[in-house]
C-alpha cells in the first residue's frame, strides 16, 4: 500500500535555529499538506498546495514557515528560526485531487525546540 | 475559522461495552471523515460520508451523515482493547473543498 514518508521521525533542535522537514508524499497525488499537533492537542491546519504553489494556508503559518516541492518528489516544511512553542508533532499529508477520502498521512515528525 | 465541536473530549469504558461520539458543525459539510490515531503515529481514515442521511459501517465501526449535514456520529459496538485511542471527525470547509478540518478529539480508554 502506497505511504507517505516522513523524515526524520524526531528532531530536536535550539530555539532560533532553522530546521527543515521532509516528506515524500504519494507518487500520483496532487495536493500536499501540513498539519501541527500540540501534544495532547487536536490536529491544525497548516497549508495546503497544489500546481507548484500554496493554495491556502492558516493563520499559524506566519512568515517563519515555507514550503517546497523542490524536485516533484519530496515536499519539504521549513521553520526558518523555531521558538520553543513550535515543539510539535507535523505531519503530512497528500490525496489524488479527486476526493476528500483519498488523503493518506505520514507517521509523523517529532521536533522538540529546547 | 471553520470550526468543529466534538463530544465527548474523553470516554473510559469497559471492553465489550458500546461506544458513540459526535462531531457538529455551525455550518454545512459536504463530507465527513473519521480517523482514530494511535500514540505517535498520524491520522488513519476510519470511514468516509458523502451524503446526508448516509449511513456507513466499517467492522464493528459505524458512522453517519447527518440530514441537516452539520453533525455526524460515530458508534464503535463491542469495544476491545486496540479500540484505544484517539477518535477525529474531519471534514472540508464548505467554502473550499481542498482542505480538511479536525475536531478537538475523543480520546478512548478501554478498560480490560
Known amino acids: 500500500e502506497p505511504e507517505v514518508t516522513q523524515t526524520p521521525s524526531h528532531q530536536v533542535t535550539q530555539m532560533g535555529q532553522e530546521v527543515i522537514l521532509r516528506c515524500v508524499p504519494i507518487s500520483n497525488h496532487l495536493y500536499f499538506y501540513w498539519y501541527r499537533q500540540i501534544l495532547g492537542q487536536k490536529v491544525e491546519f497548516l497549508v495546503s498546495?497544489?500546481?507548484?504553489?500554496?493554495?491556502?494556508k492558516s493563520e499559524i503559518f506566519d512568515d517563519q514557515f515555507s514550503v517546497e516541492r523542490p524536485d516533484g518528489s519530496n515536499f519539504t516544511l521549513k521553520i526558518r528560526s523555531t521558538k520553543l512553542e513550535d515543539s510539535a508533532m507535523y505531519f503530512c499529508?497528500?490525496?489524488?485531487?479527486?476526493?476528500?477520502?483519498?488523503?493518506?498521512f505520514g507517521s509523523g515528525t517529532r521536533l522538540t525546540v529546547v | 475559522g471553520q470550526q468543529l465541536n466534538q463530544s465527548p473530549q474523553s470516554m473510559f469504558i469497559q471492553e465489550g461495552e458500546d461506544v458513540s461520539m459526535n462531531c457538529t458543525s455551525s455550518?454545512?459539510?459536504?463530507?465527513w471523515l473519521w480517523y482514530k490515531q494511535d500514540p505517535g503515529e498520524g491520522p488513519v481514515l476510519l470511514i468516509a460520508?458523502?451524503?446526508?442521511?448516509e449511513l456507513t459501517s466499517n467492522g464493528r465501526l459505524t458512522a453517519q451523515f447527518g440530514i441537516t449535514r452539520k453533525d455526524s456520529f460515530l458508534n464503535i459496538s463491542a469495544s476491545i482493547p486496540s479500540d484505544v485511542g484517539i477518535y477525529f471527525c474531519?471534514?472540508?470547509?464548505?467554502?473550499?473543498?481542498?482542505?480538511?478540518?479536525f475536531g478537538a478529539g475523543t480520546r478512548l480508554t478501554v478498560k480490560p
Open positions: 455550518s454545512i459539510f459536504n463530507t
Open positions: 460520508l458523502y451524503k446526508a442521511g
Open positions: 474531519a471534514g472540508p470547509p464548505a467554502y473550499n473543498n481542498n482542505d480538511m478540518r
Open positions: 499529508a497528500s490525496r489524488p485531487g479527486t476526493e476528500n477520502y483519498g488523503y493518506t
Open positions: 498546495f497544489y500546481n507548484n504553489e500554496i493554495s491556502e
